[in-house]
Structure formats: structure tokens, C-alpha cells
């Protein structure tokens, strides 16, 4: 099974920026979609950004969608999320997900990282 190592957390002011990245053990990563959730305390884990195995093609949730940017270096077996204009309301942790295909169901991803903590202060 693939190891998937998510890295970039921190702390950062509302409207400041981090660039998460998830790194995958090798095997065929270009194969498959990669998905970034998060789960704030005491709320469910929820989507955030999707993209397909060469990149072309990517979703985003409606409360991420214009300030979020989910990237693939595929040379690398790295995922990115370039998290902009970050608010209070961002604050959770996030892991990255493999899955056989784009999806936005946590239930089609095989595969998660143990998860970095974003905390956005107001």
C-alpha cells in the first residue's frame, strides 16, 4: 500500500498563504488521483480539491474554490495545495488521498497521509 506524507502545516494569519505538499511512496503515482480533505474539530472530514493522475483536470469544494490551488509534480510523486487568502474558518487538519480516479467521496480514496495542521488565525 502507498505511504503518503503530507508537510506545510502551520500557523499563519487570515489572509496569508500555505502550500501544503504530500509526498507518495513510488509505484505508479501518475496513475492515480490525488485528493486533498480536512476535518476541523468536532466536524466531519470534508473535500477540498481533487486532480486527475496527469493534472489536467481538478475540483474544488465551493468554500475553497478561487483561493485554493491543487498541483501534481508527478517526477516528484508530490501533490500540492497552495492555499490562499486563508481565513479563521480554514483551520483543520489535512491529509491527502489516493484514489483509482477523480472523485470527491472520501469513501473512493484508498490511501491517507497522517495529516498536517493548518490553524489560521484571526
Known amino acids: 500500500q502507498v505511504q503518503l506524507v503530507e508537510s506545510g502545516g502551520g500557523l499563519v494569519q487570515a489572509g496569508g498563504s500555505l502550500r501544503l505538499s504530500c509526498v507518495a511512496s513510488?509505484?505508479?503515482?501518475?496513475?492515480?488521483?490525488m485528493g486533498w480533505f480536512r476535518q476541523a474539530p468536532g466536524k466531519e472530514r470534508e473535500f477540498v480539491a481533487v486532480?486527475?493522475?496527469?493534472?489536467?483536470?481538478?475540483r474544488y469544494a465551493d468554500s475553497v474554490n478561487t483561493r485554493f490551488t491543487i498541483t501534481r509534480d508527478n517526477t516528484k510523486n508530490t501533490v500540492y495545495l497552495q492555499m490562499d487568502r486563508l481565513k479563521p474558518s480554514d483551520t483543520a487538519v489535512y491529509y491527502c488521498a489516493e484514489a483509482p480516479y477523480m472523485s470527491v467521496r472520501g469513501a473512493d480514496f484508498r490511501s491517507w497521509g497522517q495529516g498536517t495542521q493548518v490553524t489560521v488565525s484571526s
Open positions: 513510488a509505484r505508479a503515482f501518475s496513475n492515480y488521483a
Open positions: 486532480i486527475s493522475p496527469y493534472g489536467p483536470n481538478t
